[in-house]
């Protein structure tokens, strides 16, 4: 089935140590996101991708980088993970949007990080 | 700029009674909306959309939403709860471009038996 995974599931890091979550899909859909839930929270969007375009939304911290070097992945890299990064973080894919024609955003598991 | 509000950050329902979930939403332009649930430790599962087709939106697992343009809702109902349903619920906007999901802040629903 086409779909979206991320690994790992559960990633526990470090206070400042670098972490890379990963994100893949097998649907070859042009926009990649992601997104930070924090507990009982809905969930944000930090970035996207439009093809190899990134698209930064204004309030993301520039702890929080992203890298695309194809069309299936998708990388979140968290620089220096404070205790405030601990959250799921969602990776989510849709087809182009705009023309008239509009495809919803199919959402991976997810990754909950815990900083230590 | 969107905004969703949803009404009830937890809501009790009996199996087999109606579950009525609330969602308002703001947009500065015809907006599309959407209603997902997600399950313990698990990613956003779609349960129906608006895209500015039918105003009654059917969607899986038994829902439906009616998009109200006057009352700006979009209101999620299902008329018989199933213990199965029991799980987080998200109403979302987006803009006529789709490349941004604007999120409520979502309800719990207990599904009592």
């Known amino acids: 089935d086409a779909m979206v995974i991320q690994n790992p599931r559960y990633q526990v890091t470090q206070f400042g140590k670098p972490v890379t979550l990963s994100c893949s899909q097998t649907?070859?859909?042009?926009?990649m996101y992601w997104y930070q839930q924090k507990s009982s929270q809905a969930p944000k969007l930090l970035f996207h991708?439009?093809?190899?375009?990134?698209?930064n939304e204004a309030d993301t911290p520039d702890n929080f980088q992203s890298r695309r070097p194809n069309t299936s992945f998708c990388f979140l890299d968290i620089r220096s993970p404070g205790l405030g990064d601990a959250a799921m973080y969602l990776c989510?894919?849709?087809?182009?949007?705009?023309?008239?024609?509009?495809?919803?955003?199919?959402f991976g598991p997810g990754t909950r990080l815990t900083v230590t | 700029a969107q905004s969703v509000t949803q009404l009830g950050s937890h809501v009790s329902v009996s199996e087999g009674a109606l579950v009525l979930l609330r969602c308002n939403y703001s947009?500065?332009?015809?907006?599309?909306l959407f209603w997902y649930v997600q399950y313990p430790n698990q990613g956003l599962q779609l349960l129906l959309k608006?895209?500015?087709?039918?105003?009654l939106v059917k969607g899986i697992n038994g829902f439906e939403a009616e998009f109200k343009k006057s009352e700006t809702s979009f209101h999620l109902t299902k008329p018989s709860a199933h213990m199965s349903d029991a799980a987080e619920y998200f109403c979302?906007?987006?803009?006529?471009?789709?490349?941004?999901?604007?999120f409520g802040a979502g309800t719990i629903l207990r599904v009592k038996s």
């Open positions: 989510a894919t849709s087809r182009d949007p705009g023309g008239g024609i509009f495809y919803e955003q199919y």
């Open positions: 649907l070859n859909h042009n926009v």
């Open positions: 991708y439009y093809d190899k375009d990134f698209n």
């Open positions: 947009s500065s332009v015809p907006p599309y």
């Open positions: 608006y895209t500015s087709a039918a105003t």
């Open positions: 979302a906007v987006s803009d006529e471009y789709g490349n941004k999901l604007v």
